[in-house]
């Protein structure tokens, strides 16, 4: 073994050693945060050491996760403990390591890890079936991926291959929409400093205003006039990375009802609005909307795997019937991702988790509202539906302090200096009402100092 390979050998099995522990030493957790910092530093991207919230301007300290505490907190390698009302960025709706999810993926591990590509693969076509049911309207066939971003490119190739023959190639999206960063869901998302180092993008997507029927109205009206006919329009039911917006109760049937007149297909984005967060299995069921397309990701793996689906009609999905090699992708619907999410929905039934984060969401919301009572100085607006939580402040900075003092106190929030004017609160929907009632505490408790600093200043 050349010295090269004995080096990598007795580093990473040092690491392995780490990872089967249950209980690491100060020793342990020293190095673990020294690698942390210096491997991100070297050799992930110093980048990310700047918008960590948790990391010192020397580099001196960080704070470095290392495992769950219970469904709806973990704890850093120094072993304090944090509420997640991250859930990163709507991962864990079922909670952190749900048995039943675990369990799935484990009995599924013990027996087959991956498919061999050629034979049937049984969970897929399970998971299939099960989605056909669960969502709504005439939905019927699903393809898997691993991100969400891999469904919304599923979504505007299918809407693509649908309208090949009538040479449809205009797409529609919205103002502050995020649908991805691949060159496919990064033309669909409005976010200009995402968009700008890779211009020119997909060819044929123009954005309207998130919730202005009327503009889309137009716009739709002005591509027939000039022959670059609507292919699609795709919307997130509710913008999560704009700022949890939530649009008029009459803009998604009306959207449905324009899309049917120009005769353009309607997508509808619920990689983070979908899989019970924001009262209802998916948002578009608060207003009756069935799309042509729809897309999942984020929570759809129960918060133990990736995974992502795009699920069609099949009027739109027959289009690959012919050819199903047309888009692939080697571990999408692998049989651990799909154990992981069959498991993951029947949890979301039985434990009856839609229904809940309506009840609970509505409860933090309220308490959010009290906290901020007096302190309309700072904080503009306290929004949303279910557990897909926004508030909205005066500016970035003072997001970005509020972020902070929560992560200080022990609640992990959705804040960065990239964008942090309005922080998204979205913890597991099996949060319990004393841990909403600790994170009101602290939101009062931050107001109040942040709010001290600004009369010093």
Not at 10 to 19: F, N
Not at 209 to 216: R, V
Request: charged share 25%; glycine share 10%.
């Amino acid at each position: 073994m050349s010295n090269k390979y004995s080096e990598i050998y007795s580093y990473t099995s040092k690491v392995l050693d780490l990872i089967s522990k249950q209980e690491i030493t100060e020793e342990d957790a020293k190095w673990v945060t020294d690698e942390t910092l210096n491997g991100f530093k070297e050799h992930v991207n110093p980048g990310f050491l700047e918008y960590r919230k948790t990391v010192t301007k020397d580099m001196q300290y960080a704070a470095v996760e290392w495992k769950d505490s219970g469904p709806n907190c973990f704890i850093d390698v120094n072993g304090k403990e944090y509420i997640d009302c991250l859930g990163g960025f709507g991962i864990y709706n079922v909670g952190h390591r749900h048995p039943k999810v675990v369990k799935a993926v484990k009995d599924q591990m013990d027996r087959q890890a991956l498919h061999s590509q050629d034979l049937l693969d049984p969970l897929r076509a399970m998971l299939a079936k099960t989605l056909a049911d669960l969502t709504p309207g005439d939905l019927k066939y699903s393809y898997f991926g691993n991100s969400g971003t891999e469904s919304i490119e599923a979504a505007l190739k299918l809407a693509k291959i649908y309208h090949k023959k009538n040479d449809r190639h205009t797409f529609l999206a919205t103002t502050r929409a995020f649908h991805g960063k691949s060159l496919g869901s990064l033309s669909g998302t409005a976010k200009g400093v995402f968009r700008k180092p890779f211009l020119p993008l997909v060819h044929g997507f123009r954005h309207v205003p998130f919730g202005d029927i009327d503009m889309m109205h137009k716009t739709m009206h002005a591509c027939h006039m000039v022959g670059e006919e609507v292919a699609a329009v795709i919307v997130e039911p509710i913008q999560g990375e704009g700022g949890v917006i939530v649009p008029p109760d009459d803009y998604l049937p009306k959207l449905r009802e324009l899309c049917d007149e120009y005769g353009a297909l309607l997508i509808f984005d619920e990689v983070q609005t979908g899989m019970g967060r924001t009262g209802k299995m998916f948002c578009c069921e608060h207003y009756d909307v069935v799309p042509d397309i729809l897309c999942l990701g984020k929570a759809f793996g129960g918060g133990i795997m990736p995974a992502s689906a795009t699920v069609a009609t099949e009027e739109v999905f027959t289009h690959w019937f012919e050819n199903p090699f047309l888009h692939t992708t080697t571990f999408g619907g692998n049989p651990l991702a799909c154990a992981a999410a069959l498991a993951n929905i029947n949890v979301l039934i039985e434990e009856k988790l839609p229904e809940r984060a309506a009840e609970i969401g509505e409860y933090l919301i309220q308490g959010l509202r009290d906290a901020a009572k007096g302190h309309e100085n700072i904080v503009l607006e306290i929004r949303g539906k279910g557990l897909l939580i926004g508030i909205e402040f005066v500016s970035d900075e003072i997001g970005y302090e509020v972020s902070k003092g929560f992560f200080d106190n022990g609640v992990l929030v959705a804040g960065t200096l990239v964008n942090a004017k309005t922080i998204r609160v979205e913890p597991p929907l099996t949060i319990e009402k004393a841990q909403c009632d600790r994170v009101c505490e602290v939101f009062a408790k931050v107001l109040n100092e942040v709010n001290k600093q600004l009369v010093k200043g």
